[in-house]
């Protein structure tokens, strides 16, 4: 059975086809610059050739009828029609308090993700514009929404509250949500795999690095509580989001800097990180080459986000009593192993108590597909 993701951001449609009983990829590729002069497409079969064009894309709408065109160009294309596809599985960052699990989309699920875009203004709206264009191009084909939240709505009361007047949850729900669902369930299964332990028996410290950090803490395979919050500002310093710092600041630098809450909203989100902090580059491998050239910049950036790591594995480790394995994924979780190497260091007493630290490529993917195939399975029974 075929199975077509789509993850959309706000200029480009990430996709990709997978056979799910053989848990391998067919193709997959990209849509970039969406509403730019010269967007652009690159087109990858697996084990195949990569074909790179440039195609005027003015919408998401567009972009998905590419997408579309490519998976059935009789030159390069492996479909023969839409029809080939059995479903098709959407990521969508936030899902509020509304979605524990993945869930075939209807008209009320649409109205939800539209009403959740408020909490990710940088995320939901692209996912909805994805969601109704495949609705359309893809007309007849079952649509599923898999959600960066659900894995965390395990989290007790006390790991998701904050110390607010209680009315604001209430009124907003105004909690931690946490994201980068996908990636830590994908991870924490098969870490159960390589320790041969059943996952509901695995104590797991997950962490996500890459542009986007998050480190996750999961008991009996359920997140019990994870570092990103209310929306994916929150926790470590990451490529150009600050992480967790004093809400004080917040009030400071608005009255200081004479700033709008949108102007400190765009600083905390675009402007902070690797790049505000190192001056280089929102890149780790630009920090890295900047850290061998003698910047002390760089290397603070660097040594802020490594510290920030060592204290929510540490204070983790505390939560779950005992730790099975440390998983490090993404693209500097997969890519820097000078950072698990220090890890290993700095819990030398987790290592001897039997904590195996180790690299798992995530596939966040596939397992959207493998939801989305449960999903439409389910409802032709």
Do not use: W
């Not at 939560?319 to 030398?348: C, H, Q, R, W, Y």
């Not at 690299?359 to 993917?365: A, L, Q, S, V």
């Amino acid at each position: 059975m075929l199975i077509l993701v789509i993850n959309c951001g706000s200029s480009s449609v990430k996709y990709e086809l997978l056979n799910v009983a053989k848990e391998t990829s067919i193709c997959g590729g990209i849509v970039e610059c969406i509403g730019g002069v010269r967007s652009s497409v690159a087109h990858e079969v697996v084990d195949g050739e990569l074909i790179k064009r440039r195609i005027p894309c003015k919408d998401h709408h567009e972009a998905i009828e590419i997408v579309r065109d490519t998976l059935i160009d009789p030159r390069h294309g492996v479909l023969s029609d839409v029809s080939d596809v059995a479903g098709v599985g959407h990521r969508v960052v936030h899902g509020g308090e509304e979605f524990h699990s993945s869930t075939l989309i209807d008209r009320s699920v649409i109205r939800s993700i539209e009403k959740f875009s408020e909490l990710a203004p940088l995320h939901n709206p692209p996912a909805l514009e994805g969601i109704k264009s495949c609705m359309k191009i893809f007309e007849l084909v079952p649509q599923v929404a898999v959600f960066d939240t659900a894995f965390h709505h395990a989290m007790p009361e006390y790991a998701y509250c904050y110390g607010i007047p209680y009315k604001y949850y209430k009124k907003y729900a105004i909690r931690k949500y946490g994201f980068h669902g996908t990636s830590h369930r994908y991870v924490s299964i098969k870490a159960a795999l390589v320790l041969k332990k059943p996952l509901e028996e695995v104590n797991l410290i997950t962490a996500h690095l890459g542009n986007g950090c998050s480190i996750t803490a999961v008991a009996g395979g359920k997140s019990i509580d994870t570092s990103m919050g209310f929306t994916p500002l929150d926790g470590l310093l990451m490529g150009t989001r600050s992480g967790s710092i004093d809400p004080a600041v917040v009030f400071f630098l608005m009255k200081k800097e004479n700033l709008t809450a949108e102007d400190i909203s765009d600083a905390l989100n675009k402007k902070s990180g690797f790049l505000g902090v190192s001056g280089v580059s929102n890149d780790i491998r630009d920090i890295l080459e900047a850290i061998k050239e003698g910047n002390k910049r760089a290397k603070l950036a660097y040594d802020i986000f490594v510290y920030r790591i060592k204290k929510y594995i540490g204070s983790y480790a505390a939560v779950l009593g005992n730790v099975d394995a440390v998983v490090f994924t993404a693209g500097i979780g997969e890519n820097v192993p000078e950072i698990k190497n220090e890890m290993k260091k700095s819990f030398s007493y987790l290592v001897e108590s039997g904590t195996r630290f180790m690299t798992i490529r995530t596939n966040e993917e596939l397992l959207i597909a493998k939801d989305t195939y449960k999903i439409i399975t389910e409802q032709t029974k």
